[in-house]
């Protein structure tokens, strides 16, 4: 009968094993993301229609060192677009909110304030604030909404609050994924000016990352995994 694998999140010996497959310079550029790397601001959508605009605020936040990605599905499910994301889906988690009785929303909105976060959605609303008043001294999560109606009423009303960004021509927003660049990039340069001691990831959650990380680099890790725990347990 064969050992099977356990079911673990990380193991030091197995991450070295896997890591003899693994470029020097490839590991050390994982190592100098994981630096970086923040779950203190969040970026949530809202039941988008084109999967590709999606995918493009998923290589958005992997290029500002968002790790985590929410989706509320109400009448539209997210498939990645791997044209789009370049391989950016790899690195960024993705969690999905679709509840048949449409509280879609709440399940979203309590995942995220149960871990600390506060809501904006975005929005040109009048009673919005600019970017440029919304200060990071606490975890965000910033809700942008589909590409035709923008954040829903349900989304306006259960928000902590709403921002925009403001506009100087007769176009009333930017494309979502513009969008988002535009928030995260003001958002990672304030937080940077106030040194916040858990804005990164913890040691712990980066070794997660690597490991998940690892597996996904490294070809047939699972054939490669099933060898080491033979090796180990024998």
């Known amino acids: 009968m ?44 809202e039941n988008i229609h084109k999967p590709h605009n999606a995918s493009a605020v998923i290589r958005t936040c992997d290029c500002f060192g968002i790790q985590d990605m929410h989706l509320i599905e109400k009448t539209n499910a997210y498939k990645v677009n791997p044209y789009v994301t370049r391989g950016a889906a790899q690195w960024v988690d993705l969690h999905k909110y679709y509840r048949k009785d449409g509280s879609s929303v709440d399940a979203c909105f309590e995942n995220l ?18 970017i440029g008043e919304l200060e990071p001294k606490e975890k965000i999560a910033l809700v942008f909404g589909n590409e035709h109606e923008g954040i829903s009423e349900e989304v306006k009303e259960k928000a902590d609050g709403l921002v925009h960004i403001p506009m100087l021509g007769f176009t009333e927003s930017f494309n979502i994924s513009v969008s988002a660049s535009i928030f995260l990039y003001e958002l990672i340069k304030k937080a940077e000016n106030y040194h916040h001691a858990d804005f990164y990831l913890s040691e712990y959650e980066k070794d997660i990352l690597r ?24």
């Open 211 to 234: 490991m998940k990380w690892y597996r996904s680099i490294v070809k047939r890790s699972d054939l490669h995994e099933k060898h080491y725990w033979k090796n180990r347990n024998t």
């Open 113 to 130: 304030w149960e871990k600390g976060y506060k809501i904006y959605g975005t929005s040109p609303s009048p009673d919005s604030i600019p």
């Open 2 to 45: 064969s050992q099977k694998q356990p079911e673990i999140a990380f193991d030091q010996g197995l991450l070295d094993y896997l890591g003899q497959y693994i470029t020097d310079h490839k590991k050390q550029l994982i190592d100098d993301v994981l630096e970086k790397r923040t779950r203190s601001i969040t970026v949530v959508l």
